[in-house]
């Protein structure tokens, strides 16, 4: 079978789980996630994992593959994921990826080469001490010494990107053009049918928002965090994860929960606006923008719609 996908993109709280899992339900497929923070053991409310039930008998894959704390690169992740999807494929299923890491669908559609060693720190942590001690102009300096073209693009204060040239340059004795510009492929692996979910109103959306974070406290939300703050596993990447780091202080009794749960709605808020961001520079998603009181069959026949359009 050719090299396709079927990718469910949107916001956080937009409703990609049940849409995904409702077409892979009609076209007799799977689902593999696109999702960092899922991809952890444990974290299970505070992501949005889907439940059981939500996933209605469908396969979900890479969920809970690593423990929280562990390290794990888009470069790892374009490695399962592919691996998924030919076999997926071989077996005449069209997969579906959903989830809301953009960066994560985007790099398993084009299947490029990553440059370096992303789950080796040790150069990172130099860059990122030189940082704190000598300022972010150091280390640009560090960049532009070796790599001027790279400095010249780059700001001193986005320290996170100056650091992943840095590294790249002295993993692989390349600067980050020259090998973005050798690995680069003439054209994606897979053929990417990709739909876009959300409400019609950014009103909505953070009602939605707001629903959800209310609902995951009902759920359990502050026990969950408090078990992996106990157990030592907020740490690394999954120390940053939205739903998390915001309950901390209420568990080390330096806020309210009340005070906790806003910020929680407002980071999550944000972080829905960072996505649509990402999304928006994308011409080839199909927006299906509904109305709060829309129904999943509607969505799900204008998504079979769309896909037959095209041929799928």
């Keep these: 079978m050719e090299n396709q996908l079927i990718c469910i993109c949107g916001p956080t709280a937009s409703g990609k789980t049940a849409l995904s899992t409702a077409l892979a339900k009609e ?27 939500e996933k209605q008998g469908i396969p979900h894959h890479l969920l809970d593959i690593r423990d929280p704390g562990e390290p794990f690169s888009v470069a790892q992740y374009v490695s399962l994921a592919d691996a998924c999807a030919q076999e997926l494929l071989e077996e005449g299923k069209i997969p579906i990826v959903a989830g809301g890491t953009g960066l994560y669908m985007d790099a398993l559609i084009e299947c490029s080469d990553f440059p370096g060693n992303e789950t080796d720190h040790t150069l990172r942590e130099r860059f990122q001490r030189m940082a704190q001690e000598q300022g972010n102009e150091a280390v640009h300096e560090a960049l532009r010494a070796v790599d001027p073209e790279g400095a010249e693009r780059l700001h001193p204060n986005n320290l996170k990107r100056v650091i992943r040239a840095l590294e790249v340059y002295y993993q692989t004795g390349m600067t980050l053009g020259e090998l973005n510009a050798r690995n680069k492929r003439p054209e994606p692996k897979y053929q990417a049918y990709k739909i876009g979910i959300c409400p019609a109103s950014r009103e909505a959306l953070y009602r939605r928002i707001d629903r959800r974070v209310e609902g995951m406290l ?59 961001t990402w999304l928006a520079r994308d011409p080839g998603i199909h927006w299906l923008r509904y109305e709060e009181d829309t129904q999943l069959a509607l969505l799900l026949q204008d998504s079979t719609a769309f896909l037959r359009s095209c041929g799928v």
Excluded: F, W
Aim: hydrophobic share 35%; proline share 2%.
């Design 218 to 276: 009902r759920e359990g939300l502050l026990d969950e965090c408090m078990q992996l703050l106990e157990a030592g596993k907020l740490t690394g990447t999954a120390a940053q994860a939205i739903g998390y780091k915001e309950l901390i202080p209420c568990i080390e009794g330096r806020e309210s929960l009340e005070s906790c749960m806003e910020k929680l709605k407002q980071h999550t808020r944000n972080y829905a606006k960072r996505q649509l």
């Design 27 to 53: 076209r007799g497929t799977e689902v593999i996630s696109a999702d960092s923070m899922q991809l952890y053991r444990g974290m299970d409310i505070g992501t949005a994992k889907p439940t059981e039930a």
